[in-house]
């Protein structure tokens, strides 16, 4: 919850120093002695003000009170002594070290990744592997064996040689069908793109283990699907038939003409695009793990559906609404930025990085060969010590004007003895660490940016922090402000309408005259599906339990026990067979506790806000204010 709880602070009010104006000194207001310029003020407002979603707030000075509010809670914050607290500091101190990888980096090596990147999700890889992992094995004898692998690959039928070495274990073969950039790691990924088709690739090796591919097929992206579909769960529990029956019962529907959109919105229980009529998030190859389902929507031509088909998740009708070719560099760039961040493509980054820090901080560092006379290993302990005549206090290592002394270099030996890596491995990964974190510790003072969202980090924590102790938590520990708040406000917190009983739908209005006229009769939903169902899709029935509100039933309708009249609904005709109704209730205390908490932070956070505002100054400057509401509208 905290880490939404700040990225929801970012968006709402935090500076975004990357689109600040030109730099403008002029002080706007100052909250419990802080000092807020135009420009803040305006970074934050410019960046924000198309996310606030309340009509209430119409302009400058309605947002300057959000504003105000969120600064005197940070005041509040730091005044009781949040800023102190271990919790808090351990927070920071991880955020931090987020942000700050993201400011190691090297310009001219990411813009290449960038490019490399982009002009693999243009083309697709399909491909075959064989993998044998290291996990607990001889790294030697694995590379022996993988290359025993590949010459059998060479030869052997790829299925053969599955049954034969395939144990899911310790030696893998398989086929990985179609892929682009970031869909495996980044050397995995290399190997494949730069094997020729039909070709098998010299084994390399990746954290998994030594590998070979071999390259079927390259392709040219299909680029980007906006889908919609309708879909039957396969637990789906308004049914009166199983989930094939009624994705056949739909389709059927679909082929007499009736909307697509329609149909998703009632039936479909992906409830998530149900109410968006079946649309999907567009999606590229790889993106959905059900090769059948991106095969068939990638199959199909602009607004067609297809027929049914079974996916791990149930059954599916899907209709393509576009297919869009991959976009341009510029509009993917920032995308990729990111996957990149995430990729082991940052290790690339980072070791180009360190190269120009080297020379950027005029690093003096002894060479390999040189560190011998300094130190030596003890026999019997293995402890490392300096040899005679060397003094520890002398410079081992400088970085710009930090001074790393011999004795320095001595503990971080001696506290790395279990390591398996050479003196000369460690002593590229102390030169490593200690440049990078001098880079870090120069960050604040050498980026403005940085130093800015690093503040925005601290705020944003201490926020979270504040709400959580005097209003979230504050609400729920309250047994006896809760109960005297759902006493007061007893009338907001009712149980919905519902009713029980049999939903039947028509595109026409005849059928379902039919349907009364058969249960009236008491015949079953299944004796009249059967009977009205035989050459088309006439009707279709749901049963259960329905809130007043849910998509299969009539707007502003009356609901009574027994069989309705036939109501329009879309573009089609509904009838009920209402078993049971239960009215509107009040809830019980217990029943209400979750909206009973909500609606109490609410009063508490009001409450608390007119505290602050009562115990600390705020200052306007309303000339300063004037001129920038006149430049706002111009």
């Known amino acids: ?199 098998i690739s010299q084994p390399f090796k990746t954290q998994f283990g030594y590998h070979v591919v071999k390259v079927l097929e390259k392709r040219t992206s299909k680029g980007q699907a906006e889908a919609a579909h309708i879909m039957i769960a396969s637990n789906s529990k308004y049914s009166v038939q199983t989930p094939e029956q009624r994705i056949k019962e739909l389709y059927r529907l679909l082929q007499q003409g009736e909307s697509f959109e329609n149909l998703a919105k009632q039936y479909s229980d992906d409830k998530s695009s149900a109410v968006n009529g079946g649309k999907l998030k567009p999606f590229k190859s790889g993106d959905i793990n059900s090769e059948i389902f991106v095969d068939t929507a990638f199959g199909l031509d602009k607004n067609t559906i297809s027929n049914p088909i079974q996916t791990q998740y149930g059954w599916h009708i899907i209709k393509l609404l576009d297919l869009k070719p991959i976009e341009s560099f510029e509009n993917l760039k920032y995308d990729l930025e990111n996957k990149i961040k995430r990729d082991s493509r940052s290790q690339v980054i980072k070791k180009k990085m360190l190269a120009s820090l080297m020379d950027q901080y005029q690093v003096q560092s002894p060479t390999y060969n040189s560190i011998s006379s300094i130190f030596s290993q003890q026999e019997d302990t293995k402890n490392w010590v300096l040899k005679d005549g060397v003094n520890p206090k002398n410079q081992f290592i400088k970085i710009e004007n930090l001074i790393l002394t011999h004795a320095d270099f001595l503990s971080f030996l001696n506290k790395n003895l279990k390591s398996k890596t050479t003196l000369k491995q460690l002593l590229n990964t102390y030169l490593e660490q200690n440049v990078m974190q001098y880079k870090k510790e120069q960050l604040p003072f050498e980026n403005e940016e940085y130093a800015h969202i690093l503040k925005e980090y601290e705020e944003g924590l201490l926020l979270f922090d504040i709400m959580q102790e005097k209003i979230w938590n504050g609400a729920k520990n309250d047994s006896i402000g809760l109960l005297k708040h759902y006493q007061n406000n007893a009338s907001k917190f009712r149980a919905p309408q519902k009713i029980s009983g049999t939903i039947a739908r028509s595109h026409k209005k005849s059928v379902l005259k039919k349907v009364k006229k058969m249960w009236i009769k008491n015949k079953s939903n299944e004796e009249i599906s059967n009977g009205l169902n035989v050459k088309n899709q006439s009707v279709v029935f749901s049963s259960g339990t329905f809130d007043i509100g849910n998509s299969l039933l009539p707007n502003d309708a009356t609901f009574e026990k027994g069989i309705s009249e036939i109501f329009p609904i879309d573009d089609s005709y509904v009838v009920l067979n209402i078993l049971e109704t239960q009215a509107e209730t009040p809830l019980s205390f217990e029943d209400a506790k979750g909206a009973v908490i909500s609606s109490y932070q609410n009063v508490l956070e009001q409450n608390w806000i007119e505290t602050l505002r009562s115990k600390y100054t705020v200052s306007i400057d309303q000339n300063v204010l004037i001129e920038l509401k006149s430049k706002l509208v111009n």
């Open 1 to 199: 919850m905290r880490v939404l709880f700040l990225i929801t602070s970012v968006m709402c009010f935090w500076l975004n120093s990357a689109q600040a104006q030109p730099k403008n000194p002029e002080i706007l207001m100052t909250i419990n002695n802080d000092e807020i310029t135009v420009d803040e003020f305006l970074s934050v407002y410019n960046k924000n003000i198309g996310l606030v979603q309340d009509n209430s707030i119409k302009g400058v000075e309605d947002y300057l009170e959000l504003y105000i509010n969120y600064k005197l809670k940070i005041a509040e914050a730091k005044s009781e002594g949040f800023d102190k607290k271990e919790a808090y500091l351990k927070e920071y101190e991880k955020y931090k070290n987020q942000l700050t990888e993201t400011y190691l980096t090297n310009k001219d090596v990411t813009e290449a990744l960038l490019r490399e990147a982009y002009n693999r999700t243009k083309e697709e890889v399909k491909a075959q592997h064989i993998l044998v992992r290291t996990t607990g094995q001889d790294t030697l004898s694995a590379l022996t064996q993988i290359q025993e692998f590949r010459s059998r690959f060479l030869n052997e039928d790829f299925e053969t040689l599955k049954k034969s070495i395939h144990n899911g274990n310790s030696v893998f073969v398989e086929d990985l069908g179609y892929f682009s950039a970031f869909k495996m790691v980044y050397d995995f990924e290399n190997a494949a793109y730069n094997t020729a088709i039909g070709e």
